[in-house]
């Protein structure tokens, strides 16, 4: 039981890191469709934290923030798992969009611009463009992500589109895949590049990289799920 010091003390301390909660929401909605609401992550979220404040235990090797990130991040990929978060049009929309990519680079022996990805599609910019930020589920997942729930399955394992063969996890310790991403990331166009460094290594969210490329963020998102594309298409074979 809790005394109301014990009680009050708790809810400074949920007070206190909820802007980590709606951190670490705004960073995962960006790999998710537009079906997903940023409100649900949050509340997610929150229970995280306060399993994060009930279970934590001083001296136990880790920052109580580090801690909080793992439950928090937990329990808002647990929110996820009970619902059918990428539906098939969206997996359909990336799949074309990876494949006109790859088509067109390999027709110019460069990175292609998205009107020039845009015309292999038979579509205008603009429909292009709204393509790109509907299909935003599209990501470079998380190792964690490919841990096993309850009844032994990953969690990601239901995102594969049936592909039983493809082991993400395998494929990281491969030194070739390794060095082919390497190169594929390399050869982005540079405010593609920029940006999956903003956000995959300085963990920056939309909001603040819109900020940074002085762009808006529907923008970035855009630049996202291209970049992604782009990664994807040249993996294929892997």
């Known amino acids: 039981m809790y005394t109301a010091q014990g009680t009050l003390n708790k809810s400074k301390q949920i007070d206190q890191y909820i802007p980590l909660v709606r951190r670490l929401a705004h960073h995962l909605i960006a790999k998710l469709p537009a079906s997903v609401q940023i409100d649900d992550l949050i509340q997610a979220g929150l229970i995280g934290l306060m399993d994060a404040i009930t279970r934590f235990e001083e001296g136990q090797g880790a920052q109580f923030e580090t801690y909080a990130s793992q439950r928090i991040r ?104 390794r060095s082919t991403l ?23 969210n939309f909001r603040e990289i819109a900020a940074v490329l002085g762009v808006t963020e529907s923008r970035v998102c855009q630049l996202h799920t291209q970049a992604v594309s782009r990664l994807k298409a040249k993996l294929r074979d892997y």
């Open 182 to 204: 390497i190169q594929a990331i390399e050869e982005l166009p540079e405010r593609e590049k920029m940006l999956m460094g903003l956000y995959y290594e300085q963990e920056l």
């Open 74 to 177: 937990g329990s808002m990929l647990d929110e996820l798992r009970s619902a059918d978060w990428m539906p098939r049009g969206v997996r359909q929309a990336q799949r074309k969009i990876e494949t006109a990519t790859l088509k067109a680079e390999q027709q110019l022996g460069r990175s292609a611009t998205e009107k020039e990805i845009a015309e292999v599609m038979g579509v205008s910019l603009d429909e292009y463009q709204n393509m790109l930020f509907d299909s935003r589920g599209a990501q470079l997942v998380f190792y964690d992500d490919y841990a096993e729930d309850g009844d032994g399955e990953g969690y990601l394992d239901r995102q594969m589109d049936g592909d039983e063969d493809a082991n993400p996890l395998e494929l990281l310790g491969d030194q070739r895949f």
